[in-house]
């Protein structure tokens, strides 16, 4: 009897055969010699789409962020300053000796201005303007944020504290009506 003769085929070391002709895994249609890699350009437009989309999020946000916190940089020197001012009138009694020289010497890390003086928060710069109203000393201080509202604080010898932050072009302590306009909050 004859054998009929079959092609051996090779194995491989786990015992699998090995594949022949088309089903070798090489794609067909292309030199296997020069193989193609990289993106393509929809999938490069994908990725600039989406960057897109997030930066559309992003940068409203930031700048949404930005002006509050520029706000309260005003508010905490003028904050600063009233404890200035307090410290000084628990010796004397009252506002009379409040002056930009006499804020310095108790807080070296703000710059005092005169009353009628334009005064940024930027520059870490306080407006300030004392006076009597109804037999009451008071101060007035005011600085200017960046975003542009300007922050006044009036703190009386009976010890109230009131408020304003009205959108001005200067900035300036004696601006401020002592009897008009104050609230308990900015």
Same mark, same amino acid.
């Given at each position: 009897m004859a054998r009929h003769s079959t092609p051996r085929r090779s194995l491989r070391p786990d015992g699998r055969r090995k594949p022949t002709g088309r089903r070798s895994g090489r794609p067909q249609g292309?030199?296997?010699?020069?193989?193609?890699?990289?993106?393509?350009?929809? !999938?490069?437009?994908? *990725?600039?789409?989406?960057?897109?989309?997030?930066?559309l999020i992003a940068v409203p946000t930031f700048v949404g962020a930005r002006k509050p916190a520029e706000d309260r940089h005003a508010q905490s020197i003028l904050r600063s300053s009233l404890v200035a001012a307090r410290?000084?009138? =628990? /010796?004397?009694? /009252?506002? =009379?000796?409040?002056?930009?020289?006499?804020?310095?010497? !108790?807080?070296?890390? *703000?710059?005092?201005?005169?009353?009628?003086?334009? =005064?940024r928060a930027?520059?870490?710069?306080?407006?300030?303007a004392t006076g009597v109203h109804l037999g009451d000393t008071y101060v007035i201080l005011s600085s200017a944020s960046a975003a542009g509202r300007c922050f006044a604080v009036k703190v009386t010898t009976s010890g109230a504290n009131s408020y304003q932050a009205p959108a001005?072009?200067?900035c300036n302590a004696v601006a401020f009506d002592p009897a008009v306009g104050w609230s308990s909050d900015w």
């Open positions: 292309r030199p296997t010699d020069s193989v193609q890699s990289g993106f393509s350009m929809i !999938e490069l437009m994908m *990725v600039i789409c989406v960057m897109s989309i997030l930066l410290t000084g009138s =628990a /010796d004397t009694g /009252d506002y =009379a000796w409040v002056t930009p020289a006499a804020l310095q010497s !108790e807080e070296s890390s *703000v710059v005092y201005l005169a009353g009628a003086a334009h =005064a930027t520059l870490n710069e306080v407006s300030v001005m072009a200067n």
